[in-house]
């Protein structure tokens, strides 16, 4: 893509964001309730969070989690795919198991594990992983079967090495579907950590959401969902940078 | 002459499918591979082509057989023998997230061709000949299909193997760049002082004719060589000549003949 075509697509999605708050500036204006404060005061109190700094302790806490548990779940889940696409058997014996994990309510695991473990940052990288691990397994795992076996016999005609088959063909051949699986992976895991915040721990995001809610402070309660979905975009960029670095293909 | 390759009383039979009997493709076949030839296996679809170059790359086990010979020695003793041969496949087996060099580079790398410095000089002289040297460093989504196939042509050829194999190279090609293909192999081939082995899969008489050093024709599966005979006339041969003309026709009356294929 040219750079000419990039700057189009951005001023694209930048014209798209701002229509989005136009949008609701205008219908804050109309219905004039206290359900939906204007864009202005949201951002506002969001400004003024970020100047005094009490933005940060509570993104860094959630952020932190998020990783660790992302980072965990990564890992399982890429672990499991390579593993469950080789092995036909191992297949077989965990596929319910991960279905299982897979439809269980978010909310209940939250439930069971805060009752089970205790409130600790444990818990939740513990439960972020727990979540996020089976969807990235089965995503890994439904990549690799559509390896071309063929191109496996070509190697195995020209006596390629395993290790350069690992670096030269089944790696490149999974960072695709890995990155892909990464950005849901990771917006996920945002969302989870954020679920058990507000349902048992006194810092982070989830936390402020839920304090803002049960006084009723609902400007400070959007301004603090802005910072997450501000904070997510980000993310979602630089991750969109890191692919294109490294798939050129 | 010596016989580089030999294949001695091959059985093969794929399993059956939903408890039909199993599918057999060779009941005693016996092939002699002379040094330096440029053999042409000649064959309808599905008669087993591909399936003998792949037991004689050591890629497919046979049901059974006395010799996969290669330089003497058995193949499924010695498996390291296989690393004399370069395969040049049906499909153009590129991997798409390497350059074409690149993907030429895998097979040098595994077939451990050595100096290594002589690689890049190799991939030139190849891509070069083929007409892609101006498309080492693009992406296989980058060229044309026949592009690919021509490139996954240079990957087996960079190796300088003693013995090549062929399976249906110029199929996927228009007649143009077909003809200045084949032109192209049969005189890189002449012109290598040590002569490799050719054995080269094609369902085209015509390409046959213009080719071969040696025709062995196959009958349908279960197949066995109904019709075999050498070719001594010079290259190049004009696809237009009396003599190519009237070998294909020979080819054609044995097709007729000896496996009741009528054109
Ligand atoms: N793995 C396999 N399992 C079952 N049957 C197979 C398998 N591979 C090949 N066959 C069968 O063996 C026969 C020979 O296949 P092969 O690919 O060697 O044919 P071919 O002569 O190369 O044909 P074409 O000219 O169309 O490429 C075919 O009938 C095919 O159905
Ligand atoms: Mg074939």
Aim: proline share 4%; hydrophobic share 50%.
């Amino acid at each position: 893509m040219t750079a000419s075509m990039r700057l189009k697509e951005y001023s694209a999605q930048l014209a798209s964001l701002v229509l989005i708050i136009l949008g609701w500036e205008i219908a804050a204006q109309t219905m004039n309730t206290n359900a939906l404060p204007p864009a202005s005061t949201v951002f506002a109190t969001l400004g003024g969070l970020v100047a005094d700094g009490d933005a940060f302790g509570p993104l860094f806490s959630t952020l932190l989690r998020t990783v660790l548990g992302f980072a965990l779940g990564f890992l399982l889940g890429t672990a499991y795919g390579i593993f469950a696409a080789t092995f036909k058997t191992f297949d077989e014996l965990t596929k319910w198991l991960i279905q299982i994990a897979i439809f269980t309510p978010t909310l209940i695991l939250i439930f069971l594990f805060l009752v089970a473990i205790g409130r600790t940052n444990f818990t939740v990288i513990i439960l972020i992983a727990l979540v996020v691990m089976p969807m990235i397994g089965t995503y890994i795992r439904d990549a690799l079967k559509d390896f071309d076996p063929d191109l496996e016999g070509m190697a195995v005609s020209y006596k390629v090495p395993l290790h350069q088959r690992v670096t030269g063909m089944y790696l490149p051949f999974l960072i695709p579907p890995m990155l892909a699986a990464g950005r849901i992976g990771f917006t996920l895991s945002w969302k989870v950590a954020f679920l058990a915040e507000i349902f048992g721990f006194p810092n982070g995001l989830g936390w402020q959401v839920r304090q803002t809610y049960q006084i009723y402070n609902v400007a400070g309660l959007l301004a603090w969902l802005c910072l997450f979905i501000i904070t997510l975009i980000a993310i979602e960029q630089l991750m969109r940078f890191v692919e294109r670095r490294v798939v050129t293909w | 002459m010596t016989v580089k390759v030999s294949l001695r009383d091959l059985h093969l039979a794929f399993p059956g499918r939903d408890g039909a009997g199993d599918k057999v493709i060779y009941e005693n076949l016996n092939l002699d591979i002379d040094e330096g030839s440029f053999t042409v296996l000649l064959g309808p679809s599905g008669c087993g082509k591909s399936t003998l170059l792949n037991i004689t790359n050591g890629l497919l086990k046979p049901t059974s057989a006395s010799g996969i010979i290669v330089d003497g020695n058995d193949l499924r003793d010695q498996p390291e023998m296989s690393r004399k041969m370069a395969y040049v496949f049906q499909g153009a087996r590129l991997l798409r997230w390497k350059t074409l060099a690149q993907n030429a580079e895998f097979g040098l790398a595994g077939l451990n061709v050595q100096p290594k410095e002589k690689w890049q000089g190799l991939m030139e002289k190849y891509f070069s000949a083929v007409g892609l040297k101006d498309y080492m460093n693009h992406y296989p989504h980058q060229v044309s299909g026949g592009m690919q196939q021509r490139a996954s042509i240079v990957r087996a050829w960079v190796n300088e193997p003693e013995i090549l194999l062929m399976d249906e190279p110029f199929s996927h090609l228009d007649e143009i760049t077909a003809a200045t293909m084949r032109r192209i192999l049969i005189d890189l081939w002449r012109q290598d002082e040590t002569r490799r082995t050719i054995i080269f899969v094609t369902h085209d008489i015509a390409e046959a004719a213009q080719m071969a050093s040696d025709i062995v024709m196959l009958t349908p599966a279960p197949s066995s060589i109904c019709y075999r005979r050498k070719v001594d006339m010079p290259w190049p041969r004009a696809m237009e000549s009396d003599e190519v003309i009237d070998l294909e026709k020979e080819l054609r009356r044995a097709f007729s003949e000896k496996a009741g294929i009528r054109f």
